[in-house]
Every structure is written in structure tokens, then in C-alpha cells.
């Protein structure tokens, strides 16, 4: 069984910014790749981020790139989402979530492929 449990959100004014942090109780976090998926009010769940179990790889969404960066320490068994120049429709409720990858560079997008899951931490962003 993994536990996650995010903290770091809160409210920003546009343009600022916010780092979330999720630390995970599990014996060995290096076998999961961990993404971070964000949830407005009224629309579904969404893929933001994510990195491998080596931290080698990683994958944004296209709203992110380049305004966010995901990184992880497994000393600490903590991943981390740096979210910059932050836009009012970055408002969502931020879940991170462990996917038990084969490999070490495996690095998926898919809801499915995420095995636990955290409660979440809201970020708000005010224009």
C-alpha cells in the first residue's frame, strides 16, 4: 500500500508562483513514476505532469510546458511540481499519483495507469 499525501498549494495572484510537494510512505518510491493531474470545477480529471522512476524522463501537458517542471528526490521519497508564471485557469484541486512501472523510464499519461492516489491540494489563481 502507498500513501500520498500533497501539500504546498494555496492562492496566488497571476504570474506567481507555487511548489507542491507530495511525499509518498511506501518501502521503495524508485519503483514508481510519479505524476501530478489537476481537477477544475467542472471538468474532468487531467493529465499535468509526470517522471520516471529515474527521474530521467519527463512528460508535460502542452498548458504547462515550459511554466512548470516536475522533479523528485527518492532519498526523500518526495516528487515536486514547480508551477511558474501561474494563469487563473491553472486553478484546479492538484493530485499526485504513483504508477508501478516496469522500467525505469516509463513514464505514462493515462489516468488508468496510475495505481494510488493522493487527496489532492487546491491551487487557486486570481487574475
Known amino acids: 500500500q502507498v500513501q500520498l499525501i500533497e501539500s504546498g498549494g494555496g492562492s496566488v495572484q497571476a504570474g506567481g508562483s507555487l511548489r507542491l510537494s507530495c511525499a509518498a510512505s511506501?518501502?521503495?518510491?524508485?519503483?514508481?513514476?510519479m505524476g501530478w493531474f489537476q481537477k477544475a470545477p467542472g471538468k474532468e480529471r487531467e493529465f499535468v505532469a509526470v517522471?520516471?522512476?529515474?527521474?530521467?524522463?519527463?512528460v508535460y501537458a502542452d498548458s504547462v510546458k515550459g511554466r512548470f517542471t516536475i522533479s523528485r528526490d527518492n532519498a526523500k521519497n518526495t516528487v515536486y511540481l514547480q508551477m511558474n508564471s501561474l494563469k487563473p485557469e491553472d486553478t484546479a484541486v492538484y493530485s499526485c499519483?504513483?504508477?508501478?512501472?516496469?522500467?525505469?523510464?516509463?513514464?505514462?499519461?493515462?489516468?488508468?495507469?496510475?495505481?494510488?492516489w493522493g487527496q489532492g491540494t487546491q491551487v487557486t489563481v486570481s487574475s
Open positions: 517522471i520516471s522512476r529515474s527521474g530521467s524522463s519527463t
Open positions: 499519483a504513483a504508477d508501478r512501472a516496469s522500467f525505469v523510464t516509463t513514464v505514462r499519461t493515462s489516468i488508468s495507469s496510475y495505481d494510488y
Open positions: 511506501v518501502r521503495t518510491f524508485s519503483n514508481y513514476a
